[in-house]
């Protein structure tokens, strides 16, 4: 049995483009849309005083097109606007939960060369935030896939169990937390934590701002199963899509510049792809 992966891309406004999409067909939105007064040479820039107001429409569709079940991860960072950070993340995500989001979980994408600079009253940016935002508290969650390799630390400190390792060891702060160590013999793999450590892209792919591949890649294999529905919004040069194609999930790229859309016509092709469809395990619906 074959699975055929197939990869939408979609010229126009995504404002507009998204009303095109099914309701509740969506299964991972994954996208980082222009930040506050950036990127104004491609996409004309918002004022981060307008920066929800400008959002929110496209959020609502967004809210309508994803599964029940499915995820929206926003890459987004607040700017300093006057000496300060401007504080319209905090308030789309206030916005977006009145809308029917449910803000689930904050993730951490720490850049490990991220660029050089000196600022008189701040140092350089290093990370930037991916909102998990949920339609529903029940939705799919595949944790196995992204585990990592344990490290060397249990090599050493699981050979030679003492007493108080071998039972659950209470905090000496007395606040109720506590830890077994010997819960880690035989296991070689363990759960990441909500902090992604990722070089930025380099080759720019003629795009004003591209995140690394493996990002998306990220997501999608924590989100999403073989066959299931990628959509980006705001496409750029098409590094979710190639992460979809990669990962066998089928996927849907709006952007509203002829240059990147072509860009991704020419890398991605609008394309059906066959697999071998081979029997995956069973995985469990998270829920709260």
């Not at 507009?16 to 849309?33: A, H, M, Q, V, W």
């Not at 319209?88 to 916005?95: N, P, Q, S, T």
């Not at 989001?101 to 009253?121: L, Q, S």
């Not at 109720?176 to 759960?191: E, Q, T, V």
Request: aromatic letters at 12%; charged letters at 30%; a positive charge.
């Amino acid at each position: 049995m074959s699975l055929a992966i197939k990869t939408k891309i979609i010229l126009g406004d995504c404002s507009y483009k998204l009303g095109e999409l099914e309701d509740n067909s969506i299964d991972l939105i994954f996208t980082s849309p222009p930040y506050a007064d950036q990127r104004k040479n491609t996409y004309g820039g918002t004022h981060p005083d307008k920066y929800v107001q400008w959002f929110l429409p496209i959020s609502k569709e967004l809210l309508r097109v994803l599964k029940p079940s499915g995820t929206f991860i926003l890459n987004i960072k607040e700017r300093v606007v006057k000496g300060e950070r401007h504080i319209y993340v905090m308030e789309l995500i206030i916005e977006m939960r009145r809308q029917g989001w449910f803000w689930t979980e904050e993730f951490i994408w720490h850049k490990k060369n991220c660029y050089p600079g000196k600022w008189p009253n701040r140092f350089r940016d290093s990370w930037e935030r991916l909102l998990q935002f949920n339609k529903s508290k029940k939705f799919h969650m595949y944790q196995d896939a992204v585990m990592l390799p344990v490290g060397d630390w249990a090599k050493t400190r699981l050979k030679k169990l003492s007493e108080t390792d071998k039972r659950r060891d209470e905090s000496r702060v007395g606040s109720g937390f506590g830890k077994n160590i010997s819960n880690w013999l035989d296991r070689n793999k363990a759960y990441p934590t909500n902090v992604l450590y990722l070089a930025t892209e380099c080759g720019n792919k003629n795009h004003s701002a591209v995140f690394p591949e493996a990002l998306p890649e990220w997501f999608i294999k924590l989100f999403t199963k073989d066959g299931d529905w990628v959509l980006d919004p705001f496409a750029g040069s098409g590094s979710t899509l190639k992460a979809a194609q990669k990962l066998k999930r089928n996927s849907i790229g709006i952007e509203i510049h002829q240059d990147y859309y072509d860009v991704m016509i020419n890398t991605l092709g609008t394309i059906k792809q066959q697999y071998l469809f081979e029997k995956k395990a069973k995985y469990e619906t998270h829920s709260d």
